[in-house]
């Protein structure tokens, strides 16, 4: 019974992957980017920094992905008051 599920399970894969290989019309190279950078913030007395990053990829015409990330470089404190 499990062999008749996985057997099932493999032809249903197979299925929806061969009509999306067959679709597509264009090809494209993948593309990728990235970009480097630093934000600076200054307010009462406060400065705060961070070096931040974004690295991508473009598959074809309309998908791509992208991530991105930043890191604190200043060693500056505040502090919110909370509002009762």
């Known amino acids: 019974m499990k062999a008749l599920i996985a057997t099932a399970a493999a032809g249903l894969l197979a299925a ?10 264009d ?3 993948v593309t990728g980017y990235g970009t480097l950078g630093y934000a600076a913030s200054e307010a009462n007395g406060v400065n705060l920094g961070a070096l931040q990053g974004r690295v991508g990829a473009r598959f074809g015409k309309y998908l791509g992905v992208e991530g991105e990330a930043a890191f604190g470089v200043n060693n500056d404190k505040t502090y919110v008051a909370a509002r009762p």
Do not use: E
């Open 16 to 25: 929806t992957l061969v009509p999306a290989v067959a679709s597509a019309q």
């Open 27 to 29: 090809l494209s190279p």
